[in-house]
């Protein structure tokens, strides 16, 4: 059965700092993989989505990378801002019926 | 990226009353539609797999009969809870797959 585990589960940051949220999963045989943005009381937005194939996929500030030997993806958020206080979610998907599993979530707070 | 709409964003409703929660992609068609449910502080757990003509597939520990899925066409998919009780209190969040998945706003509801 796979798992998604994320760490930290929640971080605080002074603004301008580059940081890294984590994001493992038990199963290596992964279709594709996701990282979401979770504002309170809202839906998500998707931020980056890496194939299986891929290493990397980058947008802006955010890096996202991903090894599937080691069951491991990052995301890379640099130059922080007080707007990227959110909760961040990576999901794996298993196969291309699209079925999403979630991570626990990292809230972040970029303090000012 | 591609829009979902979710509706109602909230709705509050007495016990042993039945709630509809609408979810539209506005502008592509999806085959399949998901519905997840997440509660304070943790993350999206699946509850049902949605595909166009056919019956909702459950996962393990969901009662079918109390959260019927209907997806009568490419563009709408809905959620009824049915007889709701005070622990159904939930943000409910739908997605839609196209060649990724795109959220819904989710909608929060709340049995008095």
């Known amino acids: 059965k796979q798992e998604v585990t994320q760490i930290p589960a929640a971080l605080s940051v002074p603004e301008g700092e580059n940081l890294v949220l984590n994001c493992s999963f038990t199963?290596?045989?992964?279709?594709?993989l996701q990282w979401f943005r979770q504002d309170p009381g809202k839906g998500l937005t998707s931020l980056l989505l890496i194939q299986s194939s891929q290493r990397e996929q980058t947008s802006g500030r955010l890096n996202a990378s991903l090894d599937k030997s080691s069951g491991r993806s990052t995301l890379y958020i640099a130059a922080s801002q007080p707007g990227d206080s959110a909760t961040y979610l990576c999901?794996?998907?298993?196969?291309?019926?699209?079925?999403?599993?979630f991570g626990q979530g990292t809230e972040l707070s970029v303090k000012p | 990226g591609a829009v979902v709409s979710q509706h109602p964003s909230w709705v509050i409703c007495k016990s042993g009353t039945s709630v509809k929660i609408e979810c539209r992609s506005l502008?592509?068609?999806?085959?399949?539609m998901f519905w997840y449910r997440q509660f304070p502080k943790q993350s999206l757990m699946l509850m049902a797999t949605s595909n166009e003509g056919s019956k909702a597939t459950y996962e393990q520990g969901v009662e079918k009969d109390k959260f019927l899925i209907n997806h009568a066409s490419l563009t709408l998919s809905t959620l009824t809870v049915t007889s709701a009780h005070p622990e159904d209190s939930s943000f409910y969040i739908c997605?839609?797959?196209?060649?990724?998945?795109?959220f819904g706003q989710g909608t929060r509801l709340t049995v008095v």
């Open positions: 997605s839609a797959k196209n060649t990724e998945a795109f």
């Open positions: 502008d592509f068609q999806a085959t399949t």
């Open positions: 999901a794996v998907i298993r196969d291309q019926g699209g079925k999403l599993i």
């Open positions: 199963d290596s045989a992964i279709y594709n």
